[in-house]
């Protein structure tokens, strides 16, 4: 899953992001109005946390401008908690909406559920055949026994087991599960997804020869 | 019950109104009943007196005088009243009079009664003498007595009975008019009073409507120019006053609250990142760092806070002394100056002596937040240039960095506190927005004002205007206190100075240019006297 923090305070920023990557997440980082636009526009991203105040344009117009060209869900994070500010974020195409300061957990939690809502889910788990995907605790099971697998790994499952029957790009892939920051080698993935099979087995994980992975 | 009746206004006015009006009516009715008495009474006076001159000429009609022309004599009249004859039928006029009450009686010098008529009281007796003539009331007789020490006394009268009780009758009816009168008055007075005390109502309940809360109601005034009027006009304002504080006061909480938000929300998010798992003490000590960052961001913010709202109080005007601003200005530009070389501006000082009263210690915030500020904002590798001048009856400071200068739409919300014309919240040297608002105030509360150019050509220019009235003015020369000696001072451009100093520290400033920075010091060591003679010598020739 790939995120994008889109706050102008530096400690808080760095705060949220290096958070957010201990939680297995692939994140991104901008600092004002106009560098969050491009971000967001140009990749696909899982969510996006957006600050209200913003130097260049705020949180509200950035999400009105995002709206005309994408639907990635939004968590606003914002110190103002007025009841017309909440209503100009949500009706502005916020998904979530979230004063300072807040509880990590609880960001989490919502982050998790935007992103399940947005892929069609409604629960945490997910299983497939004997295997288990805890999204909230970040862990795979095999018959009831956890299986141990690096972030990126865990990121590869989880994505792929959200997008459950569908048939997902190599492209997407890597847009949803490094960071811009991370060295993205064309044969990255495929370490990745021959690490999962073998350790959740062979079958788990499908391969359509030209289109992408799946999981069945 | 009654004594909150009493402390009502209403029956307070109507209490009195009735009292007033009742004095009055009572006034009125005792004149207008004494008039009427007076009135009767004279008239009976003039039908006795009628009566009596009927009397005389019927006595003379039956007996004549000889002569015709002659004056009677008291002798004539003697004779005749001692024997009238019938005088009832000599005359229908005196019989009618007769028996209409008229009485009368004379008697003579010794006392013997000459004539009674026959309808007079038994008990008349012989007037007492007197000069003038008496008029006397008997029970319901009204009698006119003469009294002449030659000749004969008389007495005539009437019975006024009938007349009396016609008083009387006339009398209660009076009263029950000026009751009736009283009573119309009250109820006039009642409704009175209540119209004039509605619209105080009215203003009892809207005020205390606005007290409980509905700060947006006013009271609705009808005519501005009586005294309800000219209240409600000044209870409006006194409420569009209360309700501008309360307003800056809420909003300078919201603001206050909000600048607490993020640094709050670091520490939180960097604690919880840090207790969720293990980690390595080089990522603790970054996270502390982080967590330590954002709370001195904010201790600064509360601190600025603080001088705020000290600077809001009315009566804390800090210790105020007169000190020298070029002084004060030099002190923050040497403490700032490794900020300047780290954004490799250059500090230009144009430091004219300038005495004004003052708190030093605030005076230097305000340097130091207008010197700050130009090193920080504009690009690195400018100038700032800091001026102090000494004007005839005030002090300028100037602070002139060369910069882009601030946009025209900032300027008017430049001091507001918390507004930053970047909009962008916690730069890293985590300014809050209050700095140029506290330089205001202080300023302010030193009764001067601060002004701002900018351009982008020519930078931007804050410029602090300080009155010097409340400089200390010249007695040239004054003795030492417990604490501090004190000298009065004359500079050569005609200001007056007053120094309160160490006398060493003083010493060492002879001859340098450099006045003594002003402040309490322990007592010298060595005798102030020196100082003193050295001073009167000093200062003989300007003084």
């Known amino acids: 899953m790939r995120l994008l923090v889109i706050e102008d305070d530096p400690l808080l920023r760095h705060s949220l992001t290096e958070g957010l990557r201990e939680e297995q997440y692939a994140v991104d980082a901008a600092a004002d109005g106009p560098e969050g636009l491009a971000k967001a526009s140009e990749s696909g991203y899982d969510a996006i946390i957006l600050d209200g105040m913003l130097p260049g344009f705020d949180g509200w117009e950035l999400l009105l401008r995002l709206r005309r060209e994408k639907t990635t869900p939004v968590l606003m994070l914002t110190a103002r908690d007025a009841i017309p500010d909440r209503i100009r974020g949500l009706d502005a195409g916020a998904d979530d909406y979230l004063t300072k300061p807040f509880d990590f957990e609880e960001l989490l939690a919502r982050l998790r559920a935007l992103i399940r809502r947005s892929s069609g889910g409604s629960t945490s788990t997910i299983e497939v055949s004997d295997i288990t995907i805890d999204i909230a605790a970040k862990l795979v099971r095999q018959d009831g026994e956890t299986v141990p697998l690096t972030p990126r790994e865990y990121r590869l499952v989880e994505y792929l087991a959200l997008h459950r029957g569908c048939v997902v790009s190599r492209t997407e892939l890597y847009e949803h599960l490094f960071d811009e920051n991370e060295d993205s080698l064309s044969n990255l993935l495929d370490v990745h997804v021959s690490n999962v099979r073998k350790k959740l087995g062979a079958s788990f994980i499908s391969t359509r020869r030209g289109h992408g992975y799946c999981i069945e | 019950m009654m004594g909150r009746l009493f402390q009502s206004v209403r029956w307070t006015m109507l209490l009195w109104y009735a009292l007033i009006l009742l004095a009055l009516i009572t006034g009125v009715c005792m004149l207008a009943y004494r008039l009427a008495s007076n009135d009767r009474t004279a008239q009976l006076d003039r039908e006795i007196r009628s009566f009596q001159g009927s009397f005389f000429r019927t006595l003379f009609t039956v007996h004549p005088l000889p002569n015709k022309d002659d004056r009677a004599s008291t002798e004539d009249l003697r004779e005749r009243l001692r024997d009238p004859g019938d005088l009832a039928s000599a005359s229908p006029e005196l019989h009618q009079l007769f028996t209409s009450g008229f009485y009368i009686a004379f008697w003579d010098t010794d006392g013997t009664p000459l004539y009674t008529s026959p309808n007079a009281p038994a008990d008349l007796k ?38 009396r009780g016609e008083l009387i009758r006339f009398g209660v009816w009076l009263g029950l008019g000026g009751g009736a009168l009283w009573l119309i008055g009250l109820g006039g007075g009642w409704w009175l009073a209540g119209r004039s005390l509605k619209p105080i109502d009215d203003i009892g309940r809207t005020a205390s409507r606005i007290a409980a809360g509905n700060l947006n109601e006013r009271i609705e005034i009808a005519n501005t120019d009586n005294e309800l009027g000219r209240l409600g006009q000044v209870l409006n304002d006194t409420f569009d006053r209360l309700s501008d504080a309360i307003e800056r006061q809420k909003r300078f909480t919201a603001d206050a609250s909000h600048e607490l938000r993020t640094p709050v929300t670091i520490i939180l998010s960097e604690t919880q990142r840090a207790l969720k798992r293990e980690r390595e003490p080089e990522q603790y000590r970054e996270i502390l760092g982080s967590c330590r960052t954002a709370a001195e961001r904010m201790r600064s913010l509360v601190e600025s806070l603080l001088v705020l709202a000290k600077q809001d109080l009315p009566t804390s005007n800090g210790t105020r002394l007169t000190c020298d601003l070029a002084e004060v200005t030099a002190g923050v530009a040497d403490l700032l100056q490794p900020l300047a070389d780290e954004h490799a501006t250059k500090i230009v000082r144009e430091l004219a002596p300038a005495p004004v009263h003052g708190d030093p210690h605030s005076l230097a915030m305000v340097v130091q937040n207008l010197v700050s500020n130009a090193l920080v904002h504009p690009p690195a590798g400018g100038t700032v240039r800091i001026r102090t001048i000494a004007q005839p009856d005030s002090v300028c400071l100037e602070v002139a960095d060369s910069g882009p200068g601030i946009s025209a739409e900032h300027l008017p919300r430049l001091f507001d506190r918390f507004y930053r014309a970047d909009s962008a919240r916690g730069q890293v040297n985590g300014h809050a927005g209050l700095g140029l608002a506290i330089v205001k105030s202080v300023v302010e509360s030193h009764g001067g004002k601060i002004e701002v150019d900018s351009s982008p050509q020519g930078g931007t220019c804050f410029r602090v205007t300080l009155p010097l009235e409340g400089a200390v003015p010249p007695p040239w020369l004054q003795f030492p206190g417990q604490n501090s000696v004190w000298g009065g001072w004359r500079q050569g451009n005609g200001e007056h100075w007053l120094l309160n100093t160490w006398l060493p520290y003083w010493r060492s400033l002879q001859g340098t240019g450099r006045t003594a920075y002003l402040d309490r010091f322990p007592p010298p060591d060595d005798d102030w006297r020196e100082w003193i003679d050295h001073l009167k010598t000093r200062t003989a020739g300007q003084a």
């Open chain 2, 126 to 163: 012989r007037p007492k003498p007197s000069k003038d003539t008496q008029y006397v009331d008997r029970g319901k007789l009204r009698e006119i007595l003469r009294y002449d020490p030659e000749g004969l006394s008389s007495l005539a009268g009437h019975d006024v009975g009938a007349e």
